[in-house]
């Protein structure tokens, strides 16, 4: 069952877009007080996205309340260029009550603290959001069945660091085969890993990682990462006021992502539908600053280094040679060059 008219902005473009415009409008009539050009806004209320859905979102509001309530959403007129995603924060106006039939309206998206993005394919500049605010995301990739692929898993890396959300790696089915080489690619990363297998799900560490935070969890089909969620997730707390029956319970939905809250607080987003992570968006730059210590001696090498092993004068290559990055030095500038040959390889 699906609960809304068609549209075609889940998951949507983003870069074309310029959000400062709506943000930030100009006053037409710049003599008039500020207060009259908004006082159908003054009634807002704030509600966080927990799903998208062709052209209506669903706003969780007062969360954790007595009074908290799911809304569904139309957005404002002006809003119609602007990305809403599951995650945003909003302002929304109308019928806030959350009753059968009630219909709020977004008039204004918050600014975001992160932004998962990804393209359609590695060749495409449009970048999609995926999740907005997220903290972590958590790459669940199996020991075998199916194999694990490391450049697969730099790729989810890249779109982490983009972000600027801190990447989490859950290696499971560890009981069909030692991950300790494929874990071995890994290890100039500042990555936290945990392994799962299917005896010893490590519910008390993912649930002490995941508490109180926004986590995307991405994976390939086939990985375990159902079995992971709906672990972590009871049913019993998956219940976001009238989501489930609005929604069909994201199973019959069109929307790419799933929001489910932790029994202990926080948020994990599920995102089934994202069948791809395109990097074309992506700005070198962004992944050398996850790389804090080597940003630091690259900021003496050449204006537009590419830092691989053959950039001229690359700082880093030279410090590596040098010996002066430390014992992980070498290893973290391969992590590294290894990330930036991910942007510029075509996918997988
Ligand atoms: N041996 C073993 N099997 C597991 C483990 N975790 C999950 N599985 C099995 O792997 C298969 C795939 O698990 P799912 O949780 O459905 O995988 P998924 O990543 O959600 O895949 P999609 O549903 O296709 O997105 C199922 O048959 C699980 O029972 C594990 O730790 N060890
Ligand atoms: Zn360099």
Not at 17 to 41: G, I, L, T
Not at 129 to 146: E, G, R, S, T
Not at 326 to 332: F, I, S, T, Y
């Amino acid at each position: 069952m699906s609960w809304l008219p068609p549209d075609d902005d889940e998951d949507e473009p983003y870069g074309a877009y310029d959000e400062s415009a709506v943000r930030s409008r100009p006053n037409p009539k710049a003599n008039r007080p500020r207060s009259k050009q908004r006082p159908a806004h003054d009634d807002a209320v704030v509600g966080r996205i927990v799903t998208v859905d062709r052209g209506r979102y669903l706003a969780l509001i007062d969360e954790g309340e007595p009074t908290e309530r799911a809304v569904i959403c139309t957005r404002a007129r002006e809003l119609r260029k602007t990305a809403i995603v599951t995650g945003d924060r909003v302002d929304v106006v109308g019928d806030v009550s959350g009753e059968e039939g009630a219909l709020g309206r977004i008039v204004s998206v918050h600014e975001r603290r992160t932004l998962l993005r990804r393209s359609a394919d590695d060749t495409d500049a449009v970048e999609r959001i995926v999740v907005a605010n997220a903290d972590q995301l958590m790459i669940v990739v199996a020991a075998a069945n199916p194999e694990p692929r490391p450049r697969l898993v730099d790729r989810y890396l890249v779109a982490a660091f983009d972000a600027g959300i801190s990447p989490l790696l859950v290696v499971t089915k560890t009981d069909l085969a030692d991950p300790t080489a494929f874990l071995a690619h890994f290890a100039g990363l500042d990555v936290r890993v945990i392994t799962s297998s299917a005896e010893h799900p490590p519910l008390d560490a993912l649930h002490a990682l995941l508490r109180d935070r926004t986590t995307v969890a991405v994976g390939h089909s086939g990985v375990g990462k159902s079995t992971l969620v709906n672990a972590l997730v009871p049913t019993a707390h998956r219940a976001i006021g009238r989501v489930n029956s609005v929604t069909g319970r994201g199973r019959h939905t069109s929307s790419s992502t799933v929001s489910l809250r932790l029994p202990d607080g926080g948020w994990i987003i599920d995102t089934p539908g994202v069948r791809s992570f395109g990097l074309g968006h992506v700005n070198p730059d962004s992944i050398l600053i996850a790389f804090e210590d080597l940003a630091e001696v690259a900021r003496s090498c050449p204006r537009g280094c590419t830092h691989l092993t053959d950039a001229p004068d690359c700082e880093l290559v030279e410090a590596a040679a040098r010996g002066e990055l430390g014992d992980l030095g070498p290893q973290r500038l391969d992590s590294l060059q290894r990330l930036l040959t991910t942007l510029t390889r075509s996918a997988y």
